[in-house]
């Protein structure tokens, strides 16, 4: 059972990606088997139907390929206008499609996601969640009932990119728990 744990934003200075690096030192602690991806690393154009015509850009097929290998998602989900992010909805919607040599993979039915969010705000990017959580389970997958959301981004992470409040890390750590129980259940 392992976990894929992955930023919508790659932003340098991204808070999401200070987040999923929070989640990411709590699996190790929890004992959880997990792999922390950078986007960044998978470059794709913006989805269009005539660029699939012509075949899955590598990233796609690669990302298809890796999301199929992992039976959850921890997902650090910025939020946009009170919505998801376009490199995350794109990245989520090439993975859905599949050409000859990647329909053997499954990328999201079946899986688990836990949805964090942090914002400068007050509201933490909570209202972007309720998209990313019909995405997701429209293509299948199982949703924690509760996410994790972290108001007041730029107090809220120390220099070195830690959550400085101990509730916060608590409320992490138990998602996270709930998340690896889930996963292990629904992979068994
Ligand atoms: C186009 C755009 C729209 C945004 N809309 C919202 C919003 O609706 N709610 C909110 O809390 N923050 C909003 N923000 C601020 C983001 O939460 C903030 O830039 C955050 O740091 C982005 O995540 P990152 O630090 O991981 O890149 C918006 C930012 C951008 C660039």
């Known amino acids: 059972m392992s976990l894929l744990v992955l930023s919508g934003s790659i932003r340098r200075a991204s808070f999401h990606t200070k987040l999923a690096a929070a989640a990411a030192e709590e699996l190790d602690r ?38 199929s290998e992992y ?19 794109n990245v989520l919607d090439w993975v859905s499609r599949k050409d000859a040599q990647s329909s053997q993979y499954e990328p999201y039915a079946g899986k688990t996601a836990l949805l964090l969010s942090t914002s400068p705000g007050s509201l933490a990017g909570q209202r972007a969640l309720r998209h990313t959580r019909e995405i997701l389970t429209s293509l299948g997958a199982f949703v924690l ?20 409040d101990e509730k916060q890390l608590q409320a992490l750590s138990t998602q996270l728990a709930a998340l690896g129980r889930l996963t292990a259940k629904l992979a068994a």
């Open 30 to 67: 929890q004992g959880q088997t997990y792999r922390v991806l950078n986007l960044a690393d998978f470059p794709l154009p913006l989805y269009d139907g005539d660029l699939e015509a012509q075949g899955l850009p590598a990233s796609a097929r690669a990302l298809r390929q890796l999301f």
């Open 71 to 89: 039976d959850g998602f921890v997902i650090a989900n910025p939020e946009y206008n009170g919505s998801i992010t376009p490199l995350l909805k």
């Open 145 to 164: 009932p509760q996410h994790v959301a972290v108001p007041n981004a730029a107090q809220s992470f120390s220099a070195e990119g830690k959550l400085v």
